[in-house]
């Protein structure tokens, strides 16, 4: 590499997300390209120039969650159908009926902390979570 690309490199690895962001923007009008298309030289600058700034500020962070019900012991059905009901308004026919097609979703597009709760009052109960 020579001292130029070196130099751009370096400061490169600076940038906050929001000025990776901003720099992206500013070479695909600079340049008439897309960063988010495929194509040779720009998605291999993104990789070089530091996938934790460029790579990232292409793809929009994840600000909401779903909660998804694997499984549910048996010995523990009671107690996470007493969950799946505060955390839900659902009934208790229609909770029953919700543990007997697992997994499936018990929230859907809520935040990472409302996630988090959710998942932590299921396990607690007996139930198998996981967040996507």
Known sequence: MSANTNEILEKLKTLTL????ELVSQIEE?????ASAPVG???????QGG???GGAAAVEEKTTFDVILETVA????VAVLKVIRSLTSLGLKEAKDFTSSLPKAVKEGVSKEEADSAKKELEEAGGKVVIK
């Open 18 to 21: 929001l000025e990776a962001a």
């Open 30 to 34: 600079a340049f008439g390209v897309d």
């Open 41 to 47: 030289g720009g998605m291999v600058m993104m990789a």
């Open 51 to 53: 996938a934790a700034t």
């Open 74 to 77: 048996e010995d523990k059905r």
